[in-house]
Every structure is written in C-alpha cells, then in structure tokens.
C-alpha cells in the first residue's frame, strides 16, 4: 500500500503571498488531519477533514484553510503568508474515529 | 481543555541503560493515548497505543489514570533507539489529536 504523499515537499515564499500544499492519503483512508510542526510549539493541530467535510478544528487564524475532495485528496491554502508561517506541514491519514494516524513527509514552508 | 505535556526536551542514556519518557495529559473523559517516534530523516510514524498493551521495540507504556501519565519505558536502551518521541492523545470516537512537544532521545555508545 502506498503511503501518504504530499506535495510540493519545499515551498520558499515571501510574505503576503499565498500558498497551497496538498496531500494523497493512504488508499481507503477518508479522514486527513494537518498539522503545523516547529521546532518551539511541536505538533499544533490544524484541521481534519471526513468525506469532504471539515470536522474538527484547531486554533489557528482564518488565514488557514482547507479542504477535501472526493477522491479524500486534501489541500491546505495559507493566506497573507506572515513570517511565522515558516514550518512544516504533516500531513496524516486514518480510518477516522481516534484510529492510528499514518503521516506524510511534509512540507517544509519557508517564508521570507 | 486537553493537553499533553512531556517535560523533558532532550534525554540522553548510555545504551543498556534503562529509559523513561515522561507524558503527562488533561483530559476530563477517556483518552486514548499514543506513542508515535521519529527517527532521523523518516516520517513520523506510531509506535504504541495503550489500547493494544504490547511491547514494540521492548517499549511499553502503561496508562495511569490517577496520575493522568502515560510514560514510555524500555530496560535497556539501543543506540537505534534514538530519535524524536512524541506522547499523543484523541478523544474517543474523534478524529483530533493532541500532540506533546516531544522528547528527543539521545542514546549514547
């Protein structure tokens, strides 16, 4: 079984620009979380989305967004690109319902 | 709210040594917890659930309730143990997870 990929795996971006990251889950897997990992905060959750619909929600500004298509292929777009923004971004597949996570390699965002 | 917290940034060990990873969660209901690991240059990927009670790598972790913790012990460390740890909690039946900042374990020659 292939595992999850993500795309592109390095995005260099100056700030207030935009950008859109996406992610091909596990075969079968309808449920795709991402997360913002930096070396200060860790692993910060920041949405998951089920069958096309955005279930579960972190606490990160409007400026991150996302969604899913039918296909459960993922993408998330960050807006206004601030300095901040600079991480990188995982991406994670699962049957759902707090079953194991199975991640991507990433998406190293530099933004300067 | 829920919360994990693991408060050793870095663990270093010589390799025999015995070896323990400190996760500690708030959380009102019932959790399930995580273990995943990161080795160097791989993705992160899981390593044991509490659920499941089994050994992986001869790492086991034990839910303790009353004290909110979920360490991460082994006996006697390897060399190949070395890596990023990661203690996580879900809620039940949700897909949201709360990751812990990890713990980088360095295990020494």
């Known amino acids: 079984k292939a595992g999850v990929t993500q795309t592109p795996r390095y995005l260099i971006k100056t700030r207030g620009q935009q950008v859109t990251l996406s992610c091909s889950p596990i075969s079968g897997h309808r449920s795709v979380s991402w997360y913002q990992q930096t070396p200060g905060q860790g692993l910060q959750f920041l949405f998951e989305y089920f069958s096309e619909t955005q279930r579960n929600k972190g606490n990160f500004p409007g400026r991150f967004s996302g969604r899913q298509f039918s296909n459960s292929r993922s993408e998330m777009n960050v807006s206004t690109l601030e300095l901040g923004d600079s991480a990188l971004y995982l991406c994670a597949s699962s049957l759902g319902g707090g079953n194991e996570q199975f991640f991507g390699p990433g998406t190293r965002l530099t933004v300067l | 709210a829920q919360r994990v917290t693991q408060p050793e940034k870095l663990l270093s060990v010589f390799k025999g040594a015995p070896v323990e990873l400190k996760c500690n969660y708030s959380?009102?209901?019932?959790?399930?917890l995580f273990w995943y690991v990161q080795y160097s240059r791989q993705r992160l990927q899981l390593l044991l659930r509490h659920i499941s009670r089994e050994s992986i790598k001869g790492f086991t972790a034990d839910l303790n309730k009353g004290e909110t913790s979920f360490h991460l012990k082994k006996p006697f460390a390897q060399e190949e143990d070395s890596a990023m740890y990661y203690c996580a909690l879900s809620v039940r039946n949700f897909n949201k997870f709360y990751f812990g900042s990890g713990t980088k374990l360095n295990v020494k020659p």
């Open positions: 959380y009102s209901g019932s959790p399930e």
